[in-house]
């Protein structure tokens, strides 16, 4: 058992993303689960890393379960709120947080305080947040412009759902450091907390997969890993993708990745 992408050799290690690549809110990709199921056979190990922090990891974990039928393990899953956990932890003592309930709860697994008053916070740390405010907003400026730092978990201005691209933490991000003309410490893919938290994942033959040139292809160039880009998230057509960060192979989707692997289908 095993697989190969040609010109790279032996994969032990496929890093996939998860929203435009398995599936687009509550639906899944078709043959998603099929393909995941094929390269699991195959012994490859299957991380699932995500910029999206709106949901904790065991919660990834129940709704990949509930979308595409497949169980990604309880260890398998790192999004930018966890990378962005570990990277504050120890530095910060209390943290203004623009962001949904599941942001908050993997911050307070790291032992994270977490404060709703602007005035107490040293840290703001920044997320897809569905019910953000004016006045959230309003105070996470008012935080950084009193010195505390700012941590964004991911830049991505968007993210796909079934009919359209919805604005994603790069976009709240925005307001606050348009607003106080402070760039935020971003730790989600391909920044370098995000990736020391895949590294600590382990695997030596690493294949990323992923639908964002910008992340997923950039995070796989700073670790020398080869790359797959599907065209079924973000990118949707090859014209699409820069030329700085071109894959290694562009698929339509992730219902393809046995084949380029060069899995046999098990019937």
């Known amino acids: 058992m095993g697989a190969a992408l040609p010109g790279y050799g032996p994969i032990d290690t496929v890093i996939c993303d998860i929203d435009g690549v398995l599936l687009l809110g509550a639906k899944p990709i078709p043959g998603a689960r099929e393909a995941l199921e094929r390269v699991r056979a195959a012994g490859i190990r299957l991380i699932f890393a995500t910029n999206n922090a709106t949901k904790s990891p065991p919660a ?16 398998a899953v790192v999004n930018s709120g966890v990378a962005t956990a570990r990277f504050i ?56 412009q009193n010195g505390a730092t700012f941590y964004a978990t991911n830049s991505d201005v968007a993210f796909p759902r079934p ?18 003309g402070v760039s935020p410490i971003v ?28 992340t997923d292809i950039a995070l796989g160039k700073e670790e020398g890993w080869p790359t797959v880009l599907v065209l079924s998230g ?12 071109t894959p290694d192979v562009v698929l339509n ?11 046999d289908d098990p019937d």
Not at 62 to 74: E, L, S, Y
Not at 163 to 180: E, S
Not at 255 to 263: D, I, M, N, R
Request: aromatic share 4%; charged share 20%; with cysteine.
């Open 60 to 75: 990834v974990r129940t709704h990949m379960q509930d979308v595409i039928g497949f169980d990604p393990g309880c260890d």
């Open 89 to 144: 932890a120890g530095k910060v003592e209390r943290v203004f947080v623009v962001g949904s309930d599941g942001l908050r709860s993997t911050l307070g697994e790291e032992g994270i305080a977490i404060t709703d008053d602007w005035r107490e916070a040293d840290a703001v740390v920044t997320g897809t947040n569905f019910d953000v405010t004016y006045e959230v907003l309003a105070h996470a400026g008012l935080a950084v």
């Open 163 to 180: 009919d359209g691209l919805y604005p994603g933490a790069g976009a709240i991000t925005a307001v606050v450091a348009l607003t106080t």
């Open 187 to 214: 730790c989600g893919k391909p920044f370098a907390p995000m990736r020391n938290a895949l590294e600590a994942q382990g695997g030596s033959r690493i294949l990323i997969v992923g639908d964002r040139p910008d």
């Open 234 to 245: 973000v990118v949707t057509d090859r014209n699409q993708i820069p030329a700085a960060l």
């Open 253 to 263: 989707s992730i219902a393809e990745l046995p084949a380029a692997l060069g899995v």
